[in-house]
C-alpha cells in the first residue's frame, strides 16, 4: 500500500514526465490518397515525421502504469495523462511475449522479479500498427543483480494479399546478464509497410526502441521512443510497463 500510495503521488504531481522531441508538419505525397495503414482515416490531411520519448517506473506488485499520446488536429502531440491501474485492466499487457506476473517492486533479497513493458503505436481506428515488448525477470542480493534475462518480441498488423506492415529489422542488446549493478536490455525493431494504403512501400514506417533497466534493490524502469516517416491526426502512441 506505501508503495502505491507513493506512485500515485509522483503521478498526481507529474513526477513522470514524457519529453516530446517532435518535428510535425503537414505533409502530402503524390498519389498519396492518405491512410493510416491499418484503416480508413477519420481525417484527409497527413501529418509529417515525429519522434516521441519517455520513460516509466516499475509500478507495485499488481499494477501496471500507462501513458498515451495522440496525434492532435494540428498535428501535434497531446499528452496523455500517466495511469496507475490494475495489471488485469492493462490490455496493451497481454500483447506482451509471455506471461510475467507481478511488477518490479522491492522484494526480498534471493526472490524473482518480472517486469514487462508494451511500446504501440495504433491509428485513429485503435487498430495496433507496429509494437515492440519485453519480458524480463531477474534476483539479487540486495547489493547485485544475481542473474538477468529479458525476452523481446514484436508484432504488427497484416492485410488480406500478403500486404501490410512488416518487420523490416529487429536487434537486442543486454550489457550485463550476471553481477551487476544494473542490468540493462535495448531492443529496437523496424518496421515498414506497403499496402493498401500505399502500394508503392516508401511513405509509411515505424521504428521502435524500448529498454529497460533491472536493479538490485528490485525496481525496475523503462524507456521508450518511437519515430515515425509519416503520420495521421488521430494515431496514437501507447506505452506502459508492468
Known amino acids: 500500500m506505501r508503495n502505491r500510495t507513493t506512485l500515485a503521488a ?6 513522470l ?20 495503414g491499418g484503416r480508413a482515416d477519420r481525417e484527409a490531411t497527413p501529418c509529417g515525421a515525429v519522434r ?4 516509466l517506473p516499475a509500478p507495485p506488485a499488481g499494477m501496471a502504469v500507462r501513458q498515451q499520446v495522440t496525434i492532435g488536429e494540428d498535428c501535434r502531440p497531446v499528452l496523455g495523462e500517466v495511469t496507475l491501474v490494475p495489471a488485469r485492466e492493462s ?23 518480472q517486469f514487462k513493458s508494451w511500446n504501440e503505436m495504433f491509428d485513429c481506428c485503435n487498430i495496433r500498427m507496429t509494437g515492440l515488448y519485453t519480458t524480463s525477470q531477474w534476483t539479487s542480493d540486495g547489493n547485485r543483480v544475481t542473474a538477468a534475462s529479458t525476452e523481446v518480441t ?21 550489457d550485463c546478464a550476471t553481477d551487476c549493478d544494473v542490468s540493462r536490455t535495448e531492443a529496437h525493431a523496424d518496421f515498414t509497410y506497403k499496402g493498401i494504403f500505399d502500394p508503392s512501400g516508401g511513405w509509411y514506417a515505424n521504428t521502435h526502441h524500448s529498454a529497460v533497466d533491472l536493479k538490485a534493490d528490485g525496481t525496475a524502469t523503462c524507456s521508450f521512443d518511437v519515430s515515425l516517416r509519416h503520420t495521421f491526426i488521430g494515431w496514437n502512441w501507447q506505452r506502459g510497463c508492468q
Do not use: I, M, Y
Open 154 to 174: 514484436q508484432q504488427w498488423n497484416r492485410e488480406p494479399w500478403n500486404a501490410g506492415w512488416s518487420l523490416k529489422s529487429a536487434a537486442k542488446n543486454t
Open 91 to 113: 490490455a496493451a499487457a497481454k500483447s506482451a511475449a509471455a506471461p510475467a506476473t507481478g511488477a518490479a517492486a522491492a522484494t526480498a533479497a534471493g526472490a524473482t522479479r
Open 17 to 36: 514526465t514524457l519529453a516530446l522531441t517532435a518535428t510535425t508538419t503537414a505533409a502530402t505525397a503524390a498519389g498519396n490518397t492518405g491512410a493510416s
Open 52 to 55: 516521441l520519448t519517455g520513460e
Open 10 to 15: 509522483a503521478l498526481a504531481t507529474g513526477v
